[in-house]
């Protein structure tokens, strides 16, 4: 890896604790020399780190443009709910689309500088600030915490997310490599070595990030504790997943009465949603929610989108029937999902009333998850798009306490308030029989309560689900479903160190 040199620009930041976005406003440029200068500045410094974890169309990388986290294209929702059983195949556009639903994940190789690959540089950038912020004299040590903290959260999440994708990758860790010999080194890290990593940079998140920041959008203490125990569910650490989850029980998180309302643009700040991508509406720059742009099909009407893009046949991410088949006719949460529309009139060979269901091609159920109720006409939403809630947090708590202790009532009181909201039936004696049936239980109330939140691929891994619940929505398994291919590019200049991942 070559050094990165990054020009610094002169800009001022205004916050509001009811303002959505926290984008600078450019002013000129001043020299590396002079910028930053107070704590003001560093701060600002501090906030390019929260690039990869908007929802736009991407940013300018080093080398090129680059998809963010939660991009529509390239995000995490393609990549962890696309790219499993959840969904079905979606061949009307090829490209990553048809790749990632498939999961037929070769295609990934021939990718470019906008790889998610070329995180590692971010990570670079993000050890470069840390180092900056310890060393300067002008900041008090609650400041430098403080930044700090959240520069730790931001390499520390791309670090998690790096992990999912590839498998541990070479980083700069230690700022004394950079603009070294040592940054041509792509000798991959240890899997343990490189989770240790992550994990102490989410520890200290979690330990000095304030519970709710003054500007809303930032990372916060129960953000950094969730994907800390995220961390350590997925690399079944279920003691330390344990004691994480009972760090933000005291939190003061609680579930909301209405399952809806969490998608929804005028319920968004809510006392469930831990973290969520900060959407603005009407969008005039900064992130926004083009979900049902991609969810809806050509031919449904939504309440402020005439038209999906995914074509007449259903939306580009859909729900596989056969998952949305698996809910009880009850449940409040199969409700998002819209088994049969009424189409519309300009669609192609249907009269004014005819109606669009699996009887007559829809592919799957259509994923109205994020309502299109408060944007303008024809526009992308202002919907926050959820990351961590504290549902998920009750349900990993179930997990790790099945898996150190059983099904213990504690645990099934977990999962059952989460029913009780979505008036479903409290678990049953067959269902907490044993480990393994809990387990199983666990795997499907998962699905039902957290689909469209791109969590199921790592669900799949973890629980061993892979091959059972993709041959059974009729998806191949390739030789290696748990990482994605690194791109060819990388491996190629690596002069022999950078091994790609088995099975590609």
Avoid at 231 to 242: G, R, T
Avoid at 376 to 401: K, P
Wanted: net charge neutral.
């Amino acid at each position: 890896m070559k050094k990165i040199f990054i020009s610094l620009s002169f800009f001022v930041l205004i916050f509001s604790s009811c303002t959505s976005n926290f984008d600078p406003q450019l002013y000129g440029t001043l020299a590396p020399s002079t910028f930053p200068s107070n704590f003001s500045e560093y701060e600002l410094y501090t906030l390019d780190l929260y690039k990869p974890f908007y929802s736009r169309w991407g940013y300018n990388g080093a080398f090129a443009w680059e998809n963010n986290f939660f991009s529509p294209e390239w995000g995490h929702l393609i990549m962890f709910d696309g790219s499993t059983d959840l969904m079905p195949v979606f061949t009307n556009w090829g490209g990553f689309w048809q790749g990632f639903t498939s999961t037929d994940f070769t295609f990934m190789k021939t990718q470019g500088r906008g790889s998610h690959f070329e995180k590692v540089r971010f990570v670079t950038r993000a050890t470069q600030i840390i180092s900056d912020i310890e060393k300067a004299t002008i900041l008090s040590s609650d400041q430098k915490t403080a930044l700090i903290a959240e520069a730790k959260m931001a390499r520390g999440w791309t670090m998690y997310y790096l992990l999912h994708i590839y498998g541990p990758v070479p980083v700069i860790l230690d700022p004394t490599k950079i603009g070294t010999d040592a940054e041509a080194d792509l000798t991959r890290p240890t899997r343990a070595d490189f989770v240790t990593s992550i994990e102490s940079d989410l520890r200290y998140a979690a330990d000095n990030l304030p519970k709710a920041p003054t500007n809303y959008g930032r990372f916060n203490k129960g953000c950094a504790l969730t994907v800390l125990m995220r961390l350590y569910l997925n690399e079944k650490n279920f003691v330390k997943a344990e004691s994480t989850g009972r760090e933000i029980l005291p939190l003061g998180y609680s579930l909301v009465n209405n399952y809806a309302s969490l998608f929804d643009e005028a319920t968004e700040k809510n006392s469930e949603t831990i973290w969520a991508v900060s959407c603005q509406n009407p969008v005039t720059t900064g992130n926004f929610n083009a979900w049902p742009f991609y969810c809806y099909p050509s031919n449904y009407v939504g309440n402020k989108i005439p038209s999906g893009w995914g074509g007449n046949d259903g939306g580009v991410l859909s729900a596989n029937w056969a998952f949305y088949d698996s809910f009880s006719s009850t449940d409040s949460r199969r409700q998002l999902l819209i088994p049969q529309y009424k189409m519309s009139k300009g669609s192609y060979n249907v009269g004014e009333d005819s109606i669009k269901t699996r009887a007559n091609g829809l592919r799957g159920a259509v994923i109205a998850k994020y309502s299109d109720n408060g944007g303008l006409v024809n526009s992308t939403q202002g919907n926050d798009i959820v990351v961590c809630r504290y549902a998920d947090v009750l349900l990993m708590l179930a997990e790790a306490i099945n898996e150190n202790s059983g099904p213990t009532p504690e645990a099934i009181g977990f999962v059952n308030q989460i029913r009780t909201r979505a008036h479903v039936a409290g678990v049953s004696a067959s269902e907490s029989a044993s480990k393994d049936a809990f387990r199983d239980m666990l795997f499907i109330e998962r699905g039902h309560e957290l689909y469209f939140e791109g969590l199921r691929k790592m669900d799949l891994i973890r629980m061993g689900k892979v091959q059972s619940a993709l041959t059974a929505a009729g998806k191949t398994v390739g030789p290696n479903y748990n990482v994605f291919p690194l791109p060819d590019y990388a491996v190629n200049n690596s002069n022999g160190k950078l091994k790609q991942n088995d099975g590609y």
